[in-house]
């Protein structure tokens, strides 16, 4: 059972860049579909971007040029490098993973696809 921890979020002006990391215990990051989602307050949960275990990536139309997924099998860990980072980008980031997602491609922009969640890392984007 896949345990999600992430890291690297904090207090950014506008215009910067963070990189946040997702490490997975109890299974191995390759084995899973696995996606980033933000929830602002007052706000629902949006997929942001996601990977297959193919590669494949899929990207919110909201972030797509500036954030960039990626995983280390060795180390792992999922990353999600934020550039340009704005205002709107403000919110809770979450990773999450799921073993045999019921669908895939870009219905894994979908909080559903998953059972398995980390607590979530703050983002906030201010000048």
């Known amino acids: 059972q896949a345990q999600l921890a992430e890291s690297g979020g904090g207090l950014v002006q506008p215009g910067s860049s963070l990189r946040l990391s997702c490490h997975v215990s109890g299974s191995t990051v390759d084995e899973h579909s696995m996606g980033w989602f933000r929830q602002a307050p007052g706000k629902e949960r949006e997929g942001v971007t996601a990977?297959?275990?193919?590669?494949?990536?899929f990207y919110a139309d909201s972030v797509k040029g500036r954030f960039t997924i990626s995983q280390d099998n060795a180390k792992n860990t999922l990353y999600l490098q934020m550039n340009s980072l704005k205002p709107e980008d403000t919110a809770m980031y979450y990773c999450?993973?799921?073993?045999?997602?019921?669908?895939?491609?870009?219905?894994?922009?979908?909080?559903?696809?998953?059972?398995?969640w980390g607590q979530g890392t703050q983002v906030t984007v201010s000048s």
């Open positions: 999450a993973a799921e073993l045999n997602p019921p669908y895939g491609g870009s219905w894994l922009l979908i909080p559903n696809e998953y059972n398995y």
């Open positions: 990977i297959e275990r193919d590669g494949s990536a």
